[in-house]
């Protein structure tokens, strides 16, 4: 449970209105994650992201203004798919230990798959206002949805009311994210079980969870 160039580099414009249009965009994309992941942020081309995607290079302006552009494109579809797993209504988990942990085994196994890419955004963030503000934010919301969940628990009585839920939640947050990007980034050895288990407990120990309670299934908020 975590926690992912020129002004304007966030994917602004109107969506494609037609299929065509919409499976010319996503062709793009993900030619460009390609392209990226390959050569780099700073030695990509357009030209490279649009032959990649077997298009010339007018194509990709019909879509996209800069490689800045699409960039941010890629990685905000990336943090959505982090930022969002549904946890709760799919496995249809109540146990909050359970729901932690599962959270927890998705962002990891999404960060896993995404590794490279998410290499890419932290160096990228370290040299660009633009992208910094979009890691921050990203962060932010990580902290504001956990923190969600943590008041859910205090105010059921399974969770310490001493702790303030937003602090509390950049750092179990942060935690998971660092964790992350050491193991499948830097390339830590350790092993993915124990790597879930122990940020789980982590997690347990940091709330004071009460064992044994299930989440409110009303409160429509979930762990990860």
């Known amino acids: 449970m975590s926690e992912s160039g020129s002004a304007g580099v966030q994917p602004g414009r109107v969506p494609p ?21 390959r050569d780099g942020y700073l030695d990509s081309r357009i030209t490279d992201i649009a032959k990649a995607a077997g298009m010339a290079s007018g194509s990709f302006y019909t879509y996209f203004d800069s490689k800045e552009e699409i960039f941010a494109a890629l990685v905000e579809q990336v943090q959505e798919e982090m930022l969002h797993p549904h946890v709760r209504e799919r496995s249809g988990i109540t146990d909050v230990r359970a729901l932690i942990e599962a959270a927890n085994r998705d962002y990891l196994l999404s960060y896993k798959r995404n590794a490279r890419l998410m290499a890419l955004f932290e160096q990228v963030a370290q ?9 921050v934010e990203r962060g932010r919301a990580f902290a504001n949805r956990n923190a969600r969940l943590i008041r859910s628990l205090q105010e059921s009585g399974q969770a310490s009311t001493d702790l303030d839920p937003m602090i509390t939640a950049h750092a179990l947050s942060s935690m998971v994210s660092r964790m992350a ?4 980034v830097q390339n830590q050895r350790i092993s993915f079980e124990k790597l879930v288990t122990t940020l789980t407990q982590l997690w347990v120990n940091g709330l004071q969870l009460t064992p044994g309670l299930s989440s409110d299934s009303n409160t429509g908020r979930e762990a990860g």
């Open 17 to 37: 209105r037609t299929q065509r249009g919409v499976r010319t965009r996503a062709a793009l994309i993900a030619a460009a994650r390609t392209v990226f992941e």
């Open 181 to 184: 990007y050491l193991v499948f």
């Open 127 to 135: 040299v660009d206002e633009n992208f910094r503000r979009m890691r």
